[in-house]
């Protein structure tokens, strides 16, 4: 604890000098407005800003304080369009969009905002705790979790699914089969084997997240307003000056402090990502609170414990980049990349050879969920009053930001039509009512499940027993059995 505390007052001397307060600030303005944009989410906009960190001689850790600021200032970011637009900034921010934006359309656009920046703070803040106390355990528990395992999370995940969005479980599950076949278009990384690419040279690789996110949330959303404006129905929203309640904090301080666990632990496991983490804590919320059917109708618990989850999660990623050297995630493999360039090669001595990065960044971060909730909460107000735009206005402006945010990050023509195509996809899915973020969550999944699978194979020359040899496969197996029974048994009782 000793050795904590040093450290601890170590970064906070690198953290609180002026220079590096400046960069902690204008990394959180920028990475928020950068998340708002639909699409380009905190691994652009680190990925864009990180040779201009470089260019400018910034010292090693001044650099990397500011692109750590636009990690985090752009995953809230990212939720101003979802609540406001339904228009997802980045993955992370699919679940955001169940509930908040129906409080967002019911008048209450200030209050989710609110909400939203508060349920991110306290799930930031609280990752970066654990990861000040353990995260150089926690390293070591997410470096033994073999392939055999992150398929067995993968079908945990799979099984939450079932009860998490829609009143339809077969509704659910199909239209993550549908995003499970999405996810199988392009060439087989093993075979070389085309796979439904239907001759097209521009699938050969693949369709690319953005194009999935943009298409099915944000041309979706365009073409519905589209249809709303030809038949007369469209309306303008209501938007008063609902902010958040203290009640709604201490209310559901339980909830924020689950989601928080379930993202900083989802978070620190290499490759799984804030996407996975609100999938799991909203569908352990909904299971737990979400009897009355008020989920997806615009619960402020629907939004809280996504936010916090996904919050948690990239502090959570942070933990095996700097005590292992290997990313949590997209984003920090980035700032992995940052630190080699600065020719530190982070790992277990880092926190001895480099005091000033390691703790400096750490420090940085507590500074920067203060910074980001000081910077945020008063401009709630301002970013609900898009919505007094008149309607027929938003339709242009969810285009715009829908074409930009795509061809600025992949450049290719062709993915402008595939976003209008998975639009039309999209409209026609929300006519037969079903939810999109199964289907985005299915294509999310269905890579990582496939790949961990293919790797967990080679390992053991074919032999399928391997899924079931270590523990924690075992244990999540028996969650996600508990997962689907339970329901089911629930159920029984209550109509007895």
Not at 261 to 288: C, D, M, Q
Not at 347 to 353: A, V
């Amino acid at each position: 604890m000793n050795e904590v505390l040093s450290g601890l007052a170590t970064g906070f001397g690198v953290a609180l000098d002026p220079f590096n307060l400046m960069l902690v600030s204008l990394g959180c303005i920028a990475g928020t407005l950068i998340g708002a944009l639909p699409g380009i989410g905190p691994i652009n906009g680190v990925a864009i800003l990180l040779p201009i960190a470089y260019g400018l001689g910034f010292p090693p850790e001044s650099a990397l304080i500011l692109l750590a600021g636009i990690y985090y200032g752009a995953e809230y970011g990212g939720r101003i369009s979802s609540i406001l637009l339904n228009v997802p900034g980045d993955s992370g921010a699919v679940m955001t969009t169940l509930d908040g934006n129906p409080m967002a359309r019911r008048g209450e656009a200030g209050r989710a905002l609110s909400l939203s920046a508060v349920a991110s703070f306290i799930g930031g803040t609280f990752a970066v705790i654990l990861m000040t106390l353990f995260g150089p355990i926690l390293s070591k528990f997410a470096v033994a979790f073999a392939p055999a395992d992150y398929v067995a999370l993968m079908v945990f995940a799979f099984a939450s699914l079932t009860s998490l969005v829609g009143s339809s479980p077969v509704k659910t599950l199909a239209g993550a089969m549908m995003g499970l076949m999405l996810a199988t278009i392009g060439v087989d990384a093993n075979t070389g084997v085309n796979r439904y690419t239907m001759g097209l040279p521009d699938l050969l690789a693949g369709i690319d997240f953005l194009i999935v996110v943009i298409g099915l949330f944000g041309m979706a959303e365009l073409f519905h307003l589209v249809e709303q404006q030809a038949v007369g129905k469209l309306k303008s929203l209501p938007v008063d000056n609902s902010f958040v309640r203290l009640a709604d904090i201490t209310g559901n301080g339980w909830t924020l402090l689950r989601s928080s666990v379930i993202g900083f632990v989802i978070g620190v496991l290499p490759g799984t990502g804030a996407s996975v983490a609100s999938a799991v804590a909203y569908g352990t919320e909904k299971r737990i609170n979400g009897g009355k059917g008020t989920f997806g109708n615009g619960d402020p618990r629907g939004l809280m414990a996504p936010e916090a989850a996904n919050n948690a999660a990239a502090g959570g990623a942070m933990v095996p980049m700097l005590t292992m050297g290997i990313p949590g995630s997209g984003t920090t493999a980035i700032l992995l990349g940052a630190l080699l360039m600065f020719n530190i090669t982070p790992g277990p001595l880092l926190f001895t050879q480099h005091p000033e990065i390691a703790w400096g960044l750490i420090a940085s971060m507590y500074i920067g969920n203060i910074a980001l909730l000081v910077i945020n909460l008063p401009l709630v107000g301002l970013f609900a009053r898009m919505l007094t735009l008149p309607q027929q206005y938003l339709t242009p402006l969810i285009a715009i930001l829908s074409f930009i945010g795509i061809y600025s990050i992949v450049g290719n023509p062709f993915d402008l039509f595939l976003i209008i195509a998975l639009g039309i996809f999209g409209w026609v899915l929300r006519k037969l009512d079903f939810s999109l973020a199964p289907v985005i969550l299915g294509f999310v999944l269905g890579g990582l499940f496939e790949n961990n699978l293919r790797r967990a194979l080679s390992i053991s020359g074919g032999d399928w027993s391997i899924l079931v040899q270590s523990w924690q496969s075992l244990l999540l197996y028996a969650l996600t059995a508990t997962v689907i029974v339970l329901p089911f048994l629930l159920a029984r009782r209550r109509a007895a």
